[in-house]
């Protein structure tokens, strides 16, 4: 067999692990944080089309914005290679997901709900705050912030406070228990976006009602202009 060819049989593989790895990410979407989600957009793009060959968006919707920085900055990355880091990025998140993949029934979605997202392979004791918070652990949050009420309003290393997180999430417990022990519900991340512009974008409409109740202002622009109710469908505009 010529060489041209094992490197065509081998790339069929790759795409047929990749168009499965693809699929079944679609059933965990509702559960990944933004950056997640943005991070495979990427690489999918990238594995599919090659290169980001599109304009830069600019007054568009911020998530237009995200998604095209995404997939730019892979820059002349292979699709093989989009393909490899999309099947890899999906390990780390279920190392089992191939085998459950072929599993028919119930058995897939209660694997899904203990899934971790992010910390699955970190010990609860190694858990920090914000692995809580993503995980929608009140109890835990509660835990630590009668330990450390400064965590409260502590940013992460990429800008977003622990409302940010609970906003992306939806978790409207952990929102309100946040507010009440002093996070600022209008704090901004490095994208000048609040709790407002996520829980909007993430149409999580019983959040953006609590929010809108508790003083969250609706006419704050991000660092792109962008206001929550620009982003927003037309029910939750509506509202705002």
């Known amino acids: 067999m010529a060489e041209s060819d094992l490197e065509s049989e081998s790339l069929t593989d790759l795409e047929e692990t990749f168009n499965r790895a693809s699929k079944y990410l679609q059933t965990l979407v509702s559960e990944l944080d933004s950056g997640q989600l943005l991070a495979f957009y990427g690489l999918y793009k990238q594995a599919t089309v090659g290169p980001c060959d599109i ?9 237009a914005k995200h998604k095209w920085e995404a997939w730019k ?3 002349d990355m292979s699709r093989e290679t989009a393909m490899t880091n999309y099947i890899h990025g999906l390990e780390k998140i279920n190392p089992t997901w191939d085998e459950e993949e072929t599993k028919a029934g119930s058995q897939k979605w209660i694997v899904f709900s203990k899934l971790s997202y992010g910390s699955a392979d970190l010990n609860d004791e190694d858990k920090t705050f914000l692995d809580w918070i993503k995980e929608g652990n009140e109890a835990k949050v509660q835990e630590f912030l009668n330990g450390e009420p400064a965590l409260v309003n502590k940013p992460d290393e990429e800008g977003m406070h622990p409302i940010h997180w609970a906003a992306d999430r939806g978790y409207l417990g952990i929102l309100d228990y946040l507010i009440k022990n002093g996070a600022n519900v209008n704090s901004r991340d490095q994208y000048g976006q609040t709790a407002l512009h996520y829980v909007v974008s993430c149409d999580h409409v019983d959040a953006v009602k609590y ?5 969250a202002q609706s006419n704050i622009a991000d660092n792109d202009g962008m206001t929550p109710k620009e982003i927003a469908n037309e029910q939750i505009a509506a509202l705002l």
Request: charged letters at 5%; aromatic letters at 12%; a positive charge.
């Open 55 to 63: 304009p830069r968006p600019n007054w568009y919707q911020m998530q």
């Open 73 to 75: 900055n892979l820059g």
């Open 211 to 215: 929010l809108l109740s508790i003083g």
